[in-house]
């Protein structure tokens, strides 16, 4: 007698199909596949192991990179200004824009690819906080690579700068600042093949702005509570490229 493995009816031997239920009878056997155990930690370790090479190159460039985000030292810092000066690592980065094509797909089956383009290549922003005989100082730099030659204009500079802002300041404000030792310095020169704009004032408080510009570099040094000269942020630009 042969059961039926679906509804349990027991039917003749030389059934083909259930009477009960209609059920095949003679299908064969499913076959039991052998699978090779492994043990868990060692498959663990293979994972781990194989995300490690996977990453190792992304690891190796970010390390690689990470030294020239810093584009001025702490050291160097203090050998152009004095005091002491710490770099905030988690304000300071370097930012890099791809070069990449637009494709434009036509009905015909026609595909072109066209250059994207865009003003800047590169950002590295770089933020440190200094202590010059007691009073806390902020160094902000940013060195800017472009995809063309970068033209700056006199007007440009003072906008950028803040220019128009102190002149209000000193202009319509001076009732404020009576008695006050008011400090403004503006210099338009050139160094190592750069077009340096430099500004320096103690109005409303102590800061330092300077624009230095050559081909597609622009570099900008802002400084706050601190007036430098222009030998010292030459000599910062001078570290820096």
């Known amino acids: 007698m042969k059961q039926c493995p679906r509804c349990g009816y027991m039917n003749d031997d030389i059934s083909k199909y259930c009477i009960n239920c209609g ?15 492994i043990a868990i930690p060692s498959a ?4 781990v192991a194989l995300a490690f090479v ?3 190159p992304t690891v190796s ?7 020239s985000v810093i584009v001025l030292s702490a050291s160097d810092a203090h050998n152009i200004f004095g005091g002491t000066w710490t770099v ?3 304000q300071t980065f370097l930012k890099e824009y791809p070069e990449e094509n637009i494709t434009i797909q036509y009905a ?10 865009h003003s800047i290549k590169s950002i ?11 009073t806390q100082t902020k160094l902000v730099i940013n060195v800017i690579q472009t995809t063309t030659n970068t033209f700056f204009n006199r007007f440009m500079v003072h906008n950028r700068m803040g220019f128009g802002q102190m002149i209000n300041i000193m202009m319509f404000g001076h009732n404020r600042w009576q008695g006050w030792n008011a400090q403004f310095s503006f210099n338009e020169t050139t160094y190592d093949g750069y077009t340096i704009y430099y500004i320096a004032s103690n109005i409303p408080y102590a800061h330092t702005n300077f624009i230095a510009v050559k081909n597609k ?3 900008e040094i802002s400084l706050n509570n601190y007036t430098a000269t222009l030998s010292e942020m030459e000599e910062a630009l001078n570290n820096i490229v």
Request: charged share 15%.
């Open 124 to 134: 590295d922003h770089e933020v440190m906080i200094g202590n010059i005989s007691g």
């Open 61 to 67: 460039a970010l390390m690689n990179s990470g030294s």
């Open 44 to 47: 663990i370790a293979i994972i």
């Open 108 to 117: 015909n089956g026609t595909i072109i690819q066209i250059p994207y383009y």
């Open 88 to 90: 905030i690592e988690n």
């Open 23 to 37: 059920y095949q009878l003679d299908l064969p056997a499913p076959k039991k596949h052998n699978y090779k155990k």
């Open 54 to 56: 996977i990453a190792l």
């Open 217 to 219: 570099t622009i570099i």
